[in-house]
């Protein structure tokens, strides 16, 4: 027979961790590290071999879920299982054995949804603070951060790092002549021919105005000129003309943001200079 005391001390200790692990919830900032500490706190809880935690889409239920977190084996042939789901949030929690009170799981499932709601508008803060609203682009600051972890990423592993400026040719024209609202149009198509051309890895930006950036990782000099051709190009099948100033730092030289910035900027003067509508490069002359 289990002595009273031993089988108490044991749900003393299952309620205490279960309880901990649900205040570690609301430090939670992803929403697997979440869901990971759900189903912990429901095996703490009910002693409960299996906890399955799925988010899927609200809008399209019979879609296929995405696995958040398991804690434990799930038997796909077993009917003693309790599922429980919040259909407005997307979750949907399976127990085994369903040792866990329901009213329990679902509240502890609640909870969840709550911390999730909370990350989720974190995130979506935290990329509105990064972006462009106009184009969804990186802003300026975000695009000198991701600038900054890319040159040192270099100085530790070494390869090349191009910065591509891309100024729209007279595009103040553009404004007074078909306005703001056309304007506007013009910079989000251009944003997305650049999407055209960037690779994954590539960063783009928006530094302001009508400037952009176009952060070409490992493709040295030659491959960031052929980058910046084919965003003139590009651009001319847009409609618009842009000029180009590209700068590669390749570990001949220390590099920093702010000289990296002012080494693509003179070469975007020269494009300017040499007529628009073309690209140059640091040390080298402008090209149409």
């Known amino acids: 027979m289990p002595d009273p005391d031993r089988v108490q001390s044991s749900a003393q ?3 205490v961790l279960a309880e901990r692990l649900l205040l570690d919830l609301g430090e939670a900032t992803s ?19 299996a906890v399955h935690i799925v988010l899927q889409d609200p809008a399209d239920p019979d879609a296929p879920g995405r696995v958040l977190a398991t804690a434990g ?19 949907a929690l399976t127990l085994s054995p369903p040792q866990v009170p329901p009213v ?6 609640r909870a969840l949804a709550t911390v999730m709601e909370r990350i989720t508008k974190q995130e979506r803060l935290l990329t509105e603070a ?10 300026r600051r ?14 530790r592993a070494g390869g090349t790092v191009s910065l591509l400026m891309l100024d729209i040719d007279h595009f103040k024209l553009v404004n007074d002549e078909f306005g703001h609202a056309h304007g506007d149009m013009v910079l989000r198509g251009v944003a997305d021919a650049m999407r055209e051309v960037a690779r994954t890895g590539d960063v783009l930006g928006r530094i302001g105005g009508d400037e952009f950036a176009l952060l070409v ?32 730092a390749d570990g001949s030289e220390a590099r920093t943001v702010p000289s990296l910035l002012q080494a693509a900027d003179q070469a975007l003067y020269a494009a300017k200079h040499a007529g628009r509508d073309r690209v140059a490069s640091v040390g080298g002359e402008a090209v149409s």
């Open 73 to 91: 084996e799930l038997d796909p042939d077993d009917e003693d299982v309790t599922t429980i789901t919040i259909p407005a949030s997307g979750l």
């Open 104 to 109: 329990s799981v679902a509240r502890t499932l």
């Open 13 to 15: 200790r299952r309620a």
């Open 217 to 248: 990782v490992d493709a040295g000099a030659n491959g960031a000129a052929i980058a910046a051709e084919r965003l003139v190009e590009n651009m001319r099948q847009l409609g618009v003309t842009v000029s180009v100033g590209a700068a590669t």
């Open 130 to 139: 990064r972006t462009d609203p106009l184009t969804g682009l990186l802003n």
């Open 31 to 49: 929403r697997r590290e979440a869901a990971a500490l759900v189903a912990q706190a429901l095996q703490a809880i009910g002693g409960a071999d």
């Open 142 to 155: 975000a695009l000198d951060e991701r600038l900054e972890a890319e040159l040192a990423r270099q100085a």
